[in-house]
């Protein structure tokens, strides 16, 4: 089998295309689930890696588990489940699988939802709260708030709060 290398180097459209696509099937291979963790956090791979070890599981088997649950929480829960995985790949994984159902949860995205706000961590890192699931979908009801608003998938609203807040991030930087 020749296979095309260079779907690797467009990871976003890779994953968003083709593993999504595949997805279809009832389940993710590990390549598929593990370019997902790097796109994500390139540095958590081995941590994530090693959780699945831990709790005995083989990808095959969360994703078949994933595929074959309704319910948004159940399938967040399953992720979160897994030793050092964190609820923004945790997230990241459910965007590319589900983009209409899932964003990101990433602490661009909600330092720019959080913008003005005063006296309060504007990127709080929730994962360690004990309302993980409550609080990731609050955040997820604010951008597709934003999706609503703006006429963007929630794909789009997604990429739009992050670049916002990159650029707001770059204006203050070079004055």
């Not at 360690?128 to 609503?148: G, R």
Request: with cysteine; glycine share 4%.
């Amino acid at each position: 089998m020749d296979i095309d290398y260079r779907k690797y180097y467009f990871l976003e459209k890779y994953l968003f295309d083709e593993v999504r696509n595949n997805f279809k099937r009832g389940y993710l291979t590990p390549e598929e689930f593990f370019c997902i963790i790097i796109w994500k956090r390139n540095a958590s791979k081995t941590k994530i890696k090693k959780g699945i070890e831990k709790i005995n599981k083989t990808v095959h088997a969360i994703t078949s588990e994933i595929y074959k649950n309704k319910d948004p929480q159940q399938k967040l829960k399953i992720l979160i489940s897994i030793p050092n995985m964190g609820i923004a790949i945790a997230s990241a994984v459910l965007t590319v699988l589900y983009p209409d159902d899932f964003t990101v949860y990433d602490y661009k995205v909600l330092g720019e939802l959080n913008r003005g706000k005063k006296n309060e961590d504007k990127t709080k890192d929730f994962s360690l709260s004990k309302n993980v699931i409550k609080e990731y979908f609050n955040f997820l009801d604010k951008v597709k708030k934003i999706a609503e608003t703006k006429n963007l998938s929630l794909r789009d609203a997604d990429r739009y709060l992050w670049g916002k807040y990159f650029y707001e991030d770059l204006k203050s930087l070079v004055g």
